[in-house]
């Protein structure tokens, strides 16, 4: 009789103990974990819950006709003011929509192209193969790292992806070993600040909530170029060291 209510009383405390349990909030170093978007994933980033990633499935979109008059791909390209020389680093590449466009501007210079879904990279692989493209590498990426050498990249491009990732606080770190003491990292995003845009909201950003994540990996906005019709195009670049002397 003894066994049976002790048995009992433990199994009513851990009922009560999992029933509070599933009422807070989990949190795991930077990131906290509730419901939210259907189109989110559960884990939210300093107030910004991060989206699904779109998988290999959606080439059909990267590629689709209407992209140019939509995005002004062409502009952006133009805003990165990019060098014949320049190493720079496409981010999250998909099926290459924008590495090609930049290694046809850096025929003495390399395009990175990163990602982290290896079906993506095939069709890189096979376009430059098919195009003989010689300044084009593929890297199979992590969810927390680029993996590209410290201080080896002029410019990093990230288009409609930073929202997605699934570990931005470790990425956005390892962007920043990669990229060269004078470099630029521009961040794409549709504005969140603009309702007219035709896009998910998780799949938006707004220039405020871009800054306060950048600068707590030590990144400061250079400026954001408003001359594309949905999207931010913001320009950071690393914050100098109140050590570290101003090069004029």
Not at 61 to 76: A, I, M, P, T
Not at 110 to 118: E, H, K, R, W
Not at 138 to 157: A, H, Q
Not at 189 to 194: F, K, L, N, P, T
Request: hydrophobic fraction near 40%.
């Amino acid at each position: 009789m003894k066994k049976n209510i002790l048995f009992l009383s433990l199994l009513i405390a851990l009922l009560i103990s999992n029933k509070f349990l599933g009422q807070t909030t989990n949190t795991e170093n930077n990131y906290t974990f509730k419901r939210g978007d259907y189109n989110g994933i559960g884990k939210w980033y300093m107030g910004r819950e991060i989206a699904y990633v779109m998988g290999y499935e959606g080439i059909s979109w990267l590629e689709r006709s209407e992209r140019e008059k939509e995005e002004n791909v062409s502009r952006l390209i133009k805003n990165m003011r990019i060098k014949s020389n320049d190493v720079i680093a496409d981010i999250g590449a998909g099926s290459g929509y924008h590495t090609f466009k930049i290694a046809s501007l850096t025929k003495n210079g390399l395009v990175y192209a990163i990602d982290i879904q290896p079906e993506m990279l095939m069709v890189i692989e096979k376009t430059k193969e098919s195009g003989k493209i010689k300044n084009i590498e593929t890297i199979l990426g992590t969810e927390k790292s680029i993996l590209l050498p410290s201080n080896s990249v002029d410019k990093i491009l990230m288009v409609d992806v930073y929202h997605e990732f699934n570990f931005p606080a470790e990425i956005i770190i390892s962007i920043k070993k990669a990229l060269k003491p004078n470099g630029e990292l521009f961040l794409i995003e549709y504005r969140s600040e603009d309702s007219s845009v035709p896009i998910k909201e998780i799949h938006k950003m707004s220039e405020k909530q871009a800054v306060k994540e950048m600068e707590a990996a030590g990144f400061k906005l250079k400026k954001n170029i408003t001359n594309l019709p949905w999207q931010h195009c913001m320009v950071f670049v690393k914050k100098i060291k109140s050590t570290e002397s101003i090069k004029y």
